[in-house]
């Protein structure tokens, strides 16, 4: 059985849209929430990700830093569109 999933980041203005998702993928979600509750407050240490020999980790990293450097400093979402779809493409070469 699959469903369409929408929500909101909890103290943000952002929406998120998950498709088909099947009752497996519920699971793995409420998991995830419930890690994300036990972290709550705590900072994460990114240096492992971004220092990864690993191309695909490494930039997936980064681009969440730059993510959440543009949501802290209130960059309008028209604008973080726009620099995700640059850095897409610059990094689909």
Do not use: H, W
Not at 19 to 44: F, H
């Amino acid at each position: 059985m699959t469903k369409q999933t929408t929500g909101e980041f909890k103290g943000s203005d952002l929406k998120f849209e998950i498709p088909n998702r099947s009752t497996q993928d519920e699971e793995a979600m409420k998991l995830i929430a419930k890690a994300a509750e036990c972290l709550k407050g705590e900072e994460i240490n990114m240096r492992p990700l971004i220092e990864s020999p690993i191309k695909e980790i490494r930039i997936s990293a980064l681009f969440m830093q730059l993510q959440k450097f543009l949501l802290d400093n209130k960059v309008i979402e028209e604008e973080r569109k726009v620099l995700a779809s640059m850095l897409n493409a610059y990094y689909k070469k």
